[in-house]
């Protein structure tokens, strides 16, 4: 067989496969921010399994842990059972992460995926109001299910569900109209007015930083303002920090610097710690009202993805950690408004914060050009928006400078030398 042949995925897969076709090499080891392919090129990751991967391919004390559990017989499927991996995790959970944070939450295991946490979050919230509508907001994304979808913003994605889409209303995010208008006034007009056609909602979901809907960060005084919105109407509020959380903006929870605390969370990808399947709803004591077996998931006690989880956590019991993310962070800032002031053939604005940023192209084409050219030259990263017109940087957060530089010097090679063929075909 011929290395790197794609003949196999292309006869039997089905055409619903997307990343394959953006990154069309067969991948077969991957170590920290690196991956090699069959032929043996090297790439830098700038993908990071779209969050899944905040601490890396293959962390050493994670893979040590998962085979000495794997190797002694521990348990692998639960259901919802208690196992001692379980109860590590939470233990641990509660003492490094939400402790600290002086946060109350019960946990709740869903299916071990994004769209299963927003799903029992939806739930939960109209059980516990007894109200049917949810406000979502512009570009936002959460998930690829029906009740997920229906408060997903990318109408190709909507068109999926094959059926109407209901008992949502769709806000405008912050700066969605423009830099002036505050769209949390629009919002706010349309809940005081009896005549507004808009009833008051069992909740709002958002996501801090809108990750597939184009690295969009709301202004933490607008997020602030949305909780003050629902505390006012008594609106549950549901912030969806699959993508956004586990570090990946910087804190452990991307709300954090807004000084909020959410009535519920919505976490997964990288909570497993080694891209393990694994997801998390948590909500306040007092919204756990669920009857036994009233939401469950066979998957939902993922025992390997415990074990893994609770040592990925280790991390955050070292304050440098989260210090070294938000210095690297600086330097992504740094680098890609450099490329936005050397290239302005761009038309580019850089968007997002923390290890979730990117460049937004005003040329049709271009971003998804950059990804391309990059990959070409060993570095795989993603594009986003509803027309793919931003191209994303999601290192995994334990790059090393030497890492971030090398993958910053590939990017900027792919832009110059894409503008520098435009130029040539239009002269």
């Given at each position: 067989m011929n290395k790197n042949d794609l003949s196999i995925f292309e006869e039997i897969e089905s055409s619903v496969r997307s990343y394959v076709r953006g990154f069309p090499t067969v991948f077969t080891k991957a170590k920290g921010y690196q991956m090699w392919d069959e032929a043996g090129k090297e790439y830098i990751d700038f993908f990071s399994g779209a969050g899944a991967l905040n601490y890396g391919h293959n962390d050493p004390k994670m893979k040590q842990k998962l085979i000495e559990y794997l190797m002694s017989d521990g348990v692998t499927h639960s259901l919802d059972m208690a196992t001692s991996a379980k109860r590590d995790f939470l233990k641990k959970f509660n003492d490094v992460i939400l402790k600290p944070r002086n946060l109350n939450y019960k946990v709740m295991f869903p299916g071990p995926t994004g769209t299963n946490t927003v799903e029992s979050a939806l739930k939960l919230a109209r059980k516990v109001t007894g109200r049917t509508d949810v406000i979502s907001f512009t570009n936002g994304f959460h998930g690829m299910t029906i009740g997920s979808l229906s408060v997903t913003g990318n109408a190709s994605k909507r068109a999926g569900a094959g059926i109407p889409l209901n008992h949502t209303v769709t806000m405008p995010y912050d700066n969605f109209v423009n830099d002036e208008m505050d769209t949390l006034d629009y919002l706010e007009r349309f809940l005081e007015d009896n005549g507004s056609g808009v009833d008051t909602p069992a909740a709002m979901i958002l996501e801090t930083v809108q990750g597939e809907g184009g690295i969009n960060a709301a202004r933490f005084d607008w997020i602030k303002r949305v909780d003050e919105i629902c505390k006012k109407y008594s609106i549950l509020l549901i912030i969806d920090d699959v993508q956004a959380g586990v570090g990946r903006t910087g804190p452990f929870f991307s709300f954090?610097?807004?000084?909020?605390?959410?009535?519920?969370?919505?976490?997964?990808?990288?909570?497993?710690?080694?891209?393990?399947?694994?997801?998390?709803?948590?909500?306040?004591?007092?919204?756990?009202?669920?009857?036994?077996?009233?939401?469950?998931?066979?998957?939902?006690?993922?025992?390997?993805?415990?074990?893994?989880?609770?040592?990925?956590?280790?991390?955050?019991?070292?304050?440098?950690?989260?210090?070294?993310?938000?210095?690297?962070?600086?330097?992504?800032?740094?680098?890609?408004?450099?490329?936005?002031?050397?290239?302005?053939?761009?038309?580019?604005?850089?968007?997002?914060?923390?290890?979730?940023?990117?460049?937004?192209?005003?040329?049709?084409?271009?971003?998804?050009?950059?990804?391309?050219?990059?990959?070409?030259?060993?570095?795989?990263?993603?594009?986003?928006?509803?027309?793919?017109?931003?191209?994303?940087?999601?290192?995994?957060?334990?790059?090393?400078d030497a890492g971030l530089e090398k993958g910053f010097k590939i990017i900027e090679e792919s832009v110059k030398s894409l503008i520098s063929a435009e130029e040539l075909v239009a002269n």
């Open positions: 954090e610097p807004a000084g909020i605390e959410p009535d519920i969370i919505c976490l997964s990808k990288s909570i497993g710690g080694y891209g393990m399947p694994l997801a998390l709803t948590l909500f306040k004591p007092e919204l756990d009202i669920w009857n036994p077996g009233e939401h469950n998931g066979t998957f939902r006690g993922n025992n390997p993805a415990f074990i893994t989880a609770t040592e990925s956590l280790s991390y955050w019991e070292d304050k440098s950690f989260e210090e070294s993310i938000n210095a690297k962070s600086e330097k992504i800032t740094k680098f890609l408004q450099s490329i936005v002031d050397k290239y302005p053939e761009l038309e580019g604005n850089v968007r997002g914060r923390g290890f979730m940023q990117g460049i937004e192209c005003g040329v049709d084409g271009l971003a998804s050009k950059v990804a391309e050219e990059s990959f070409n030259r060993g570095l795989i990263m993603e594009t986003s928006g509803v027309n793919d017109q931003v191209f994303k940087l999601f290192p995994p957060l334990i790059i090393d």
